[in-house]
């Protein structure tokens, strides 16, 4: 383990202050901090080693919800057990609060994950205990008097909504109800960070959402920073305020949900938020699509909504204002927080000075534009030249 080089005789308790971490971030005091870490599993068994993770720096804000998304074998539970210390990491600092933990040894780390909780993808409950028995386990073994458990897991169970499930043992409970049984016994010993390891994943998505409502309450109304990882972006999409893209051990973007998700700058990102953000043309639109106009064509375009824009009806404004017919093909406005985005396909005159107009508008007005190709005006759809009334638009 080299990273028990550096503890030094002042730190016998574990705990110094963190040297490396960058100074805004030390100031913030987040909550927890990796900076450089990497992580290598050694050869074992004629198995090769594995780098497993490659210089990360990240750092979840106190009090918000940070969440870590990547495809399987990205190194997501990796990331995790090295913030509670089940891993040690081969290179790098690792600070909750300030404090440098890298060094912690076993009993330092018994101490630290006091302030931990961790939930799991299956739960991991005691079979032979019930819901109440389970949740008091870390209590018991914490050495909490009989009287304070049954207070304290009284009102665990009422905070999950679990309290008429009080006696029941895990077999007799879905598994909706395993994860909130899962969650009481994480927040049993008031953590001040929570960590979930694809918490929703072996969920339906109505009891992920759910389940996800119930961990931004817990966020919002006990104050307990959350570091998640997942591999479904609804996930981020619906509880995060910032998120990390993880690919191959490295971090490949990371900021605020909403920047991340509305404007991906890496092409894994852009794969990922694909489904949650992007529309699609409908599959006979798409056969019909042209690349090059041809006379009385309409241009398709994609235009992507982000911020102040997806509220206002920019297509119906800019037909009023360029007295140019545009169509609405497909649509799909959505929100993160309280922040709309969205995306519409439109069809638009495709002959060069109207299309020149309308993409300068866009522009104008700091939208994305995407030209997907031409189609011919539908029947129902007539071009209309720039003289003519419009009416029908949204
Ligand atoms: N204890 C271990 N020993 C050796 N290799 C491991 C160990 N745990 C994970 N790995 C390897 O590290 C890489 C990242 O794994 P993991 O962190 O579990 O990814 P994820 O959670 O994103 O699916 C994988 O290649 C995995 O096989
Ligand atoms: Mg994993």
């Known amino acids: 383990m080299t990273a028990a080089v550096a503890l030094s005789s002042a ?9 490396s971490v960058p100074q805004d971030a030390r ?3 987040a909550a927890i901090t990796l900076a450089g870490v990497g992580k290598t599993y050694a050869a074992r068994d004629g198995a090769a080693e594995v780098s497993a993770l490659h210089d990360i720096h990240l750092a979840v804000p106190r ?6 998304i990547g495809p399987s074998g990205a190194g997501k539970s990796t990331l995790i057990r090295l913030v509670n210390g089940l891993e040690r990491p081969t290179r790098g600092r690792i600070a909750l609060f300030g404090r440098d933990v890298t060094a912690l040894d076993e009993s330092g780390w018994r101490r630290e994950r006091r302030r931990i909780g961790m939930i799991f993808q299956h739960f991991n409950l005691l079979s032979s205990r019930t819901a109440f028995d389970n949740i008091a386990l870390p209590l018991e073994i914490a050495g909490v008097s009989r009287g304070e458990i049954e ?11 679990l309290t008429d499930k009080r006696l029941r043992y895990p077999a007799e409970l879905s598994g909706g109800q395993k994860q909130r049984v899962g969650i009481a016994r994480a927040l049993a010993t008031e953590p001040a960070i929570l960590l979930c390891d694809e918490a929703t994943s072996a969920l339906d998505p109505d009891t992920t959402r759910s389940i996800l409502q119930l961990l931004k309450r817990i966020n919002r109304e006990l104050g307990v920073t959350i570091l998640l990882i997942t591999h479904e972006i609804p996930v981020i999409k619906e509880i995060c305020d910032e998120v990390a893209v993880i690919e191959d051990g490295r971090i490949i973007e990371a900021g605020p949900v909403f920047d991340v998700l509305t404007r991906p700058a890496h092409a894994t990102t852009a794969r990922f938020v694909e489904g949650v953000t992007s529309v699609e043309l409908p599959a ?4 019909a699509l042209r690349s090059e106009p041809f006379p009385a064509s309409l241009a398709v375009l994609r235009i ?3 911020g102040p824009h997806a509220a206002t009806p920019v297509i119906s404004r800019l ?3 360029l007295g140019l017919d545009i169509n609405i093909l497909a649509g799909r406005i959505d929100a993160i927080g309280e922040q709309p985005f969205g995306s519409l396909i439109v069809a638009a005159p495709g002959d060069i000075a ?8 866009l522009h104008v007005l700091g939208l994305r534009v995407e030209q997907l190709g031409f189609i011919a005006a539908p029947p129902a759809m007539p071009a209309r030249s720039p003289c003519e009334e419009v009416s029908d638009v949204a």
């Open 63 to 68: 009090g918000r919800i940070l969440g870590v």
């Open 27 to 29: 100031r913030e005091e």
């Open 304 to 306: 992507g909504f982000a």
């Open 354 to 361: 109207s299309l020149g107009a309308t993409l300068a508008a």
């Open 284 to 287: 006979h639109l798409r056969a």
């Open 11 to 19: 730190s016998l308790d574990g705990a110094t202050k963190l040297a």
């Open 151 to 161: 207070t304290r897991v009284t009102k665990l169970l009422e905070l999950v909504g």
């Open 319 to 321: 037909s009023t204002t």
